[in-house]
């Protein structure tokens, strides 16, 4: 594990890095352009668990939307900025929490200064993004490509030009598509300085592919204690990569959220329909923030056992099954429709008894 902790700073009310738990962040994919259905998703996000979200703001059209957004949520936001310094000056007055920009990018000092005094005015945050697809020519012509060395070295470049003005409430990310470069890349920052890093793979791919690569490559990293904030990008809706964050980090023992559901992959000892079971049991509980733990599973050979370490379970027989809470049999119903309908019955009381809907 890494054994020094990165710089403590603040987003909105959330604290980054310093050993506080690794945030969960997601990034909007409408038309900022459009508040209601930015809000609409930040609302989804929000609900899933996500704590900072980030949007992108191409225009002055989009920056001006920023205000009734910002308005709308009590979610930190984070702008995302390219190039155009007076964007990111009307993102922080619209009272958005943190910007990600790359201070290279954005032309003469001045601009720089603006956007550094300005994120200090407001105490907001900066994210140096860094990607393999756009590295500075000077540094892809000294390493001879977008390598982790060259990542590191550009990331840390822009962080000079902030720390000249006397700003240092930044954090870093180091995006490459490939899982190796990231790990290699975050390991090189890490030791090369004490800023919060937000990880991630990008460009993962959907939501199969993107889930392994991110779970391959931010698992490693999150073991070996670097990354303070992550997003788990993914050619998807956006509330799916708050969800594989959450399971990546409950995965890792680090931080949970909402119910943890165990089933089994069955095999030709069962005779249920558990797919149909599990995906109705999963359903169910998607939007649900319950600390509860529920077991749904094929047979009576590991079934029981698993059943009974769980608040709720199941353990399927011959088109029948056998419900448990907390370890003891409570009902044995025959019939698939008759098993769903009174293991969510169980359900249901279970969360009524947590003061949940
Ligand atoms: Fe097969 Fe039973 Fe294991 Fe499920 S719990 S995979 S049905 S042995």
Redesign the pocket.
């Known amino acids: 594990m890494r054994n020094t902790k990165t710089r403590a700073i603040r987003l909105g009310g959330l604290v980054v890095g310093g050993g506080a738990p690794v945030m969960v962040q997601s990034m909007t994919n409408t038309d900022t352009r459009d508040v209601d259905a930015t809000l609409a998703q930040i609302g989804r996000l929000a609900a899933r668990g996500c704590e900072a979200v980030r949007l992108a703001v191409p225009d002055e059209a989009a920056a001006k939307a920023l205000r009734a957004i910002r308005a709308g949520t009590d979610l930190p936001l984070i702008a995302d900025i390219h190039f155009d310094y007076r964007l990111a000056v009307a993102a922080l007055e619209a009272g958005l929490e943190g910007l990600r920009i790359n201070p290279g990018n954005i032309g003469p000092s001045e601009h720089v200064d603006k956007v550094v005094d300005a994120a200090k005015a407001h105490r907001a945050v900066i994210r140096i993004g860094v990607n393999s697809g756009s590295l500075e020519k000077p540094l892809l012509k000294r390493f001879g490509g977008p390598c982790p060395e060259a990542l590191v070295q550009s990331a840390l470049g822009h962080v000079r030009l902030l720390e000249r003005r006397g700003f240092y409430d930044t954090k870093i990310s180091l995006k490459s598509s490939s899982v190796l470069d990231t790990i290699a890349s975050y390991r090189l920052l890490s030791a090369a300085c004490d800023y919060p890093l937000h990880i991630g793979v990008t460009e993962a791919g959907g939501l199969l592919r993107g889930t392994v690569k991110s779970s391959v490559g931010l698992g490693i990293l999150l073991h070996e204690g670097i990354g303070d904030t992550l997003r788990v990008s993914l050619t998807a809706d956006p509330v799916e990569e708050v969800t594989v964050a959450w399971e990546i980090l409950r995965a890792l023992g680090l931080r949970s959220r909402g119910p943890e559901i165990i089933s089994?992959?069955?095999?030709g000892?069962?005779e249920i329909d558990l797919f149909a079971l599990a995906r109705a049991v999963e359903d169910r509980l998607a939007q649900s923030t319950a600390a509860i733990k529920v077991a749904v599973?094929?047979?009576v050979?590991?079934?029981p056992g698993e059943a009974r370490e769980a608040d709720l379970g199941l353990a399927g027989g011959r088109d029948k099954g056998i419900i448990f809470r907390k370890g003891e049999v409570i009902r044995s119903v025959k019939g698939q429709e008759a098993l769903l309908a009174a293991f969510m019955e169980e359900l249901q009381t279970l969360l009524n008894e947590k003061g949940q809907p």
Do not use: E
């Not at 089994?264 to 095999?267: G, Q």
């Open positions: 089994c992959p069955t095999c000892r069962t599973m094929g047979c050979v590991n079934g």
